[in-house]
């Protein structure tokens, strides 16, 4: 069956675009990934996604950190080319135990090199971006650089260089394909409309575990209680910025930065049971939603799988769908969503510092020593003394990112 043709006008084109169809990759034919954080909860979940679709799916290359265990289990069962530690000594380690266990043929490399050299392997298809934070950011950038379509779960790359990002994979008709789920979801349901048709992109948020906590009881907050997160399992940041919600507010960023509109056209709404993964309100007042399993697996088979979408196991059950809410979000006790828009209207550096200055007071958060509400007090502080900059190149945005650190950790002590 073929696929449907896309219906996307230029704007989009401009942002996430072109079809993989359209560069000569075929349903039958093979793609070699490359997964840039491989032994992260992303990384697990598409070589799940690999398990359960070998005709369609090869790993060329596996961009891990410091666990040498599961990388190498990981190079064992999937004998990628190339496989990338953090660190020289970790990578020693990891092919020692690759010899010994009669394991051939496997090149193993190491730090922000290795990195680049996994998401650049000519043999490797489709990158997919899913390392923590701006760590992520050149390697994601050499991908686009060197043609690669990206499955983009890293959304500090698209907040702190989205614009650069863009720039780049527009010039080379490079997809951008969003795994965040919101986002993920937003693009499934763009792909029915042209760009001057949509009102507003509404990303759901959860709510996190204080939806509905009084104001007054913010102050007496610990890391335990943000740590629990009422529908999704995630890191331990990331947890955090869901319970502060300036997760939601990077996402609104992202929203903009893939999808090439203004602030003003992205909401957040409040929904509790993460049915929703978002919506799409188009001009003549209709609202397209997309609904799966709370399940990572999905966003990350249609990002693989696009512009196709293969028959999986991932149903939902509609019956037991009882019912669905939807609240404003409440900017008094969730601050960071002002200061996310606020950084997003203003562009550039602000973004940068927005995410740099959360990672450092998240830090400080579960170390106790700042309360939860200091999240928030610590981010508008390093924004309001950040002068106006837009950096040009992933070196300037990677400076900007450790001033915006540096300064954060000055007010932090
Ligand atoms: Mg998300």
Same mark, same amino acid.
């Given at each position: 069956m073929k696929p449907v043709p896309f219906n996307w006008n230029s704007s989009f084109e401009l942002s996430t675009i072109g079809s993989v169809r359209d560069r000569g990759i075929s349903k039958n034919t093979l793609k070699r990934l490359a997964i840039l954080g491989s032994t992260g909860s992303i990384g697990q979940s598409t070589l799940s996604i690999v398990e359960q679709f070998p005709d369609r799916y090869q790993v060329a290359a596996l961009a891990a950190g410091r666990n040498v265990d599961e990388a190498f289990s990981q190079a064992a069962r999937w004998r990628p080319r190339v496989v990338s530690l953090a660190t020289e000594e970790l990578a020693g380690e990891l092919a020692a135990r690759l010899r010994q266990s009669g394991v051939t043929g496997i090149e193993v490399v190491y730090g922000a090199e290795g990195t680049v050299t996994c998401a650049t392997l000519p043999e490797a298809d489709f990158v997919v971006s899913a390392i923590v934070g701006v760590a992520g950011l050149e390697a994601t950038y050499a991908a686009i650089l060197a043609g690669k379509p990206i499955g983009l779960a890293n959304k500090e790359c698209m907040v702190a260089a989205g614009e650069i990002l863009t720039r780049a994979a527009r010039e080379r008709n490079v997809p951008i394909l969003p795994i965040d789920s919101e986002h993920n979801a937003v693009h499934q349901c763009l792909r029915v409309g042209a760009h001057a048709e949509v009102k507003t992109i509404w990303l759901t948020a959860s &709510? &996190? #575990? $204080?939806? @509905?906590? #009084?104001?007054? @009881? $913010?102050? &007496?907050?610990?890391p335990e209680q943000a740590l629990k997160h009422p529908t999704w399992v995630m890191g331990r940041r990331i947890t955090i910025d869901s319970a502060t919600m300036l997760n939601k507010g990077l996402e609104i960023i992202e929203a903009c930065r893939l999808f090439n509109v203004p602030p003003s056209q992205v909401r957040v709404t409040v929904h509790p049971q993460s049915t929703v993964h978002s919506l799409v309100e188009y001009v003549d007042g209709s609202i397209l939603a997309q609904i799966s399993v709370t399940d990572m697996r999905l966003p990350i088979l249609y990002a693989l799988a696009y512009p196709e979408r293969p028959a999986s196991t991932?149903? $939902?059950?509609?019956?037991?769908?009882?019912h669905l809410d939807f609240e404003q979000p409440d900017f008094q006790r969730f601050p960071c969503l002002r200061l996310a828009y606020e950084a997003a209207e203003r562009g550039g550096v602000h973004c940068i510092a927005l995410n740099a200055a959360d990672e450092v007071a998240v830090e400080a958060f579960l170390e106790r020593r700042i309360p939860f509400m200091g999240i928030p007090r610590t981010i508008e502080k390093v924004l309001a003394s950040t002068p106006e900059a837009h950096p040009a190149t992933i070196a300037e945005v990677l400076a900007a990112d450790r001033q915006a650190r540096q300064m954060a950790c000055g007010l932090l002590g």
């Open positions: &709510g &996190g #575990p $204080f939806r @509905q906590l #009084p104001l007054d @009881q $913010f102050a &007496g907050i610990t991932l149903t $939902f059950d509609l019956a037991a769908l009882r």
